[in-house]
């Protein structure tokens, strides 16, 4: 994935493995932290949002 211009493959393996870890958290629950809305989800709607991060991986339960 490039990011800033140009490829940083650090990224890549980092970004994947926390947007798995968000998706078996959001696959389980509806919200990431308690069983309510949090500045967390908030903060992670709006991360995804950018096309970059949504269009890294397919994951159904982030998107809901």
Do not use: C, F
């Not at 493959?9 to 798995?20: V, Y």
């Not at 696959?27 to 949002?49: F, H, Q």
Request: proline share 3%.
């Amino acid at each position: 994935m490039q990011w800033a211009k140009r490829d940083i493959p650090e990224i890549d393996g980092w970004l994947d493995i926390r947007l798995g870890q968000m998706e078996t958290i959001l696959a389980e629950r509806e919200w990431l932290v308690g069983d309510r809305l949090t500045l967390a989800d908030l903060v992670i709607a709006d991360v995804l949002r950018v096309n970059l991060v949504r269009a890294y991986g397919h994951r159904p339960a982030s998107e809901a």
